[in-house]
């Protein structure tokens, strides 16, 4: 409550001083060329200079209040009667943080009924002072921005370079997000290869990670039948699928549809990419699964199962189709009109200037939109849980369950897991792996897309 007040309270200050920036500067035209900037953007500057300050401190001081808190607590002589076990004392005190909140609340340990009011006290005491602060900060802050509200104070370039800052800020945040991600993937991969070696697992045929630590593990940690399972079910079951029916379903909503016919048909085409993965992985459990493995029986399989990388794929496969006809769909659209009658003046048919000139000048996007879904593919992993099953294995029958990448991520990143353990520490080893294969991808993509542009530019 009182971190929603404040917050109400600077932005509220940061308003006044918008409409008192505004006022002064007006005040201060006194002719066309007076003033350096417009009245608003003095305005902006000092509510900027209101807001961001305080913002920035009542942020650092919720950041430190919750250990004052706690010390304040333990410092109540209520306290004195907490269990000696760090864990029996951190759940007691996680209850009485529950219970300061909601006073009504039920109540497993008497102490933490006893420790709530002191909790509650000093929430409020240090909320109250981080408030104070803040408000204090946004003071000095609307201070220092109404003496800049001069003719001469250059308030426009100012809020420009803040701007500009700002998007830089964004950019460099999606940079070091990214860098960050690759320097956790090396860490802990390094980590890994130092119990296993590097050649056992790209090139091992047997993976069975075992919770314990021996000379023998290696032979183990084979990840081939991994990176199988996903090129399998990702980049083979997935895109026999999707690129058939997604540029033919391209080619008719480009050139054969009519106008009304695509107004209705693109916009239900692509509802397929914002279904939830998970909706896929239960239309592929409980449905295509069962109809694949009566198609396995009646084929003469022997046992087949529910769980085969032909459902997950297959299914897989139609929740890319957007990925391929959309791009597919812009790249033909984006196609200028003259090549098209040039082609026809000569005498092709509509069917030979789709294959000879439509297809090939569009390619760039069609390889672009391929690439996106085929990474998009080997990086699904509800559909493989549900539908492809968790063996290890390599086989070419679509018929046997298998596993991918993500599918193993997921199994040794949850549940009761030691995360110094080798077994644990491969998931950032085949994460690694799998972020390697997809900066191929993108690296390929962007050499074809290059060399087709070049070619029908």
Do not use: C
């Not at 420790?115 to 003071?139: D, K, N, S, T, Y």
């Not at 085949?430 to 191929?440: E, H, I, Q, R, S």
């Not at 993509?445 to 070619?455: G, I």
């Amino acid at each position: 409550m009182m971190s929603a007040i404040t917050f109400l309270a600077i932005i509220g200050l940061a308003a006044a001083g918008w409409f008192t920036a505004r006022a002064r500067a007006r005040a201060l035209y006194s002719g066309r060329g007076s003033l350096h900037s417009m009245p608003s953007w003095h305005a902006w500057h000092l509510a900027l200079w209101v807001a961001i300050p305080a913002l920035i401190a009542f942020a650092v001081w919720a950041s430190i209040s919750p250990a004052l808190v706690h010390q304040a607590v333990l410092a109540d002589p209520a306290a004195s009667a907490l269990p000696a076990s760090d864990m029996e004392r951190a759940a007691i005190l996680a209850e009485a943080r529950l219970l300061a909140g909601n006073p009504a609340g039920p109540a497993f340990h008497d102490l933490s009924r006893a420790l709530a009011g002191p909790m509650a006290a000093a929430q409020g005491r240090f909320g109250l002072i981080g408030a104070l602060i803040a408000l204090v900060v946004a003071f000095a802050g609307g201070a220092y921005g109404y003496t800049r509200v001069k003719a001469a104070f250059p308030a426009r370039t100012r809020m420009e370079r803040l701007v500009m800052g700002g998007l830089l800020a964004a950019s460099l945040m999606a940079i070091l997000t990214t860098a960050g991600i690759i320097a956790s993937l090396v860490f802990e991969a390094v980590r890994f290869f130092t119990y296993v070696s590097p050649f056992d697992f790209l090139f091992g045929t047997h993976w069975s990670p075992p919770r314990d630590v021996s000379p023998e593990m290696g032979e183990r940690f084979g990840a081939v039948p991994l990176f199988w399972g996903t090129i399998y079910i990702g980049a083979i079951i997935a895109m026999i699928v999707a690129i058939p029916l997604g540029l033919m379903s391209a080619v008719f909503l480009t050139q054969y549809a009519s106008a009304g016919m695509r107004r209705v048909l693109k916009p239900v085409l692509e509802i397929l990419a914002g279904i939830p993965t998970v909706v896929y992985g239960y239309f592929a459990a409980l449905t295509v699964a069962p109809m694949v493995r009566d198609l396995a029986g009646a084929l003469g399989q022997a046992n087949p199962s529910t769980e085969s990388a032909l459902a997950a794929g297959v299914v897989m496969g139609v929740m890319i189709i957007p990925f391929v006809s959309s791009m597919a769909d812009d790249s033909m659209a984006a196609v200028p009109q003259a090549m098209r009658d040039g082609s026809l003046a000569m005498g092709a048919t509509k069917s030979e200037t789709i294959r000879k000139v439509l297809l090939p000048a569009a390619l760039p996007g069609i390889v672009a939109g391929v690439m996106l879904a085929i990474s998009r593919a080997i990086g699904e992993t509800m559909i493989v849980v549900m539908a492809a099953g968790a063996a290890a294995r390599l086989s070419a029958n679509p018929f046997d369950s298998m596993t991918t990448v993500t599918f193993q991520i997921v199994q040794l990143l949850t549940g009761d897991q030691e995360f110094d353990s080798p077994k644990t520490l491969s998931a950032f080893a085949l994460g690694l792996v799998l972020f390697l294969v997809t900066l191929a991808l993108n690296i390929v993509a962007l050499k074809v897309v290059k060399h087709f542009r070049e070619a029908y530019e």
